[in-house]
T-cell receptor
């Protein structure tokens, strides 16, 4: 068990470019969550998957954001036409199944949009 | 009003002091999490609890469901405890998504 991994750890991009982040959860974990954290704030929920099904999306997730978990294993989060306001830490977490199960966090991907 | 409120926002203490961080929430929950975040962003789960009290080493977490309040205590604090401590609650509406407080920045001075 290597824990939750995220790639890349840091991304600097110019406004208007598209970026894609990857999250590899702990292998037997069915649930996968994406959160976003801006400086000085707690993380905010973006979306979550139960296996390959995306079950909920936050209103924070505009139509420029899309997330997938095609085979119920790794997940990708894509941001199209990035804006400076997208600059944040994007965190991924996974858990076995439900609320009684602890969420394990990845190291995060820090996005800077210039 | 935020669904999850933490206090204090910042706390500086001398090494060895007993530390208490408080968390109040306003929604129905299935579980409450205490998380630790070090500079650089990595988040580590310290406790997940839905009732009573849990202890791990020098850390103790308590929750009062009726009062919608939880506390995190650190005994014999040490400079390596310096971090941001975040309280998060898991919704009881079936998705178990976490709603986070803004965190308490703890600095322990040697």
């Amino acid at each position: 068990d290597t824990g939750v991994s995220q790639d890349p750890r840091h991304k600097i991009t110019k406004r208007g470019q598209n970026v894609t982040f990857r999250c590899d959860p702990i292998s037997e974990h069915n649930r996968l969550y994406w959160y976003r954290q801006t400086l000085g704030q707690g993380p905010e929920f973006l979306t979550y998957f139960q296996n390959e099904a995306q079950l909920e999306k936050s209103r924070l997730l505009s139509d420029r954001f899309s997330a997938e978990r095609p085979k119920g294993s790794f997940s990708t989060l894509e941001i199209q036409r990035t804006e400076q306001g997208d600059s944040a830490m994007y965190l991924c977490a996974s858990s076995l199944e439900a609320a009684q199960d602890e969420q394990y966090f990845g190291p995060g991907t820090r996005l800077t949009v210039t | 009003k935020n669904e999850v409120e933490q206090s204090p926002q910042n706390l500086t203490a001398q090494e060895g002091e007993f530390i208490t961080i408080n968390c109040s929430y306003s929604v129905g929950i299935s579980a409450l999490h205490w998380l630790q975040q070090h500079p650089g962003g990595g988040i580590v789960s310290l406790f997940m609890l839905s009732s009573g009290k849990k202890k791990h080493g020098r850390l103790i977490a308590t929750i009062n469901i009726q009062e919608k309040h939880s506390s995190l205590h650190i005994t014999a604090s040490h400079p390596r405890d310096s971090a941001v401590y975040i309280c998060a609650v898991a919704s009881n509406f079936g998705n178990e998504k976490l709603t986070f407080g803004t965190g308490t920045r703890l600095t322990i001075i040697p």
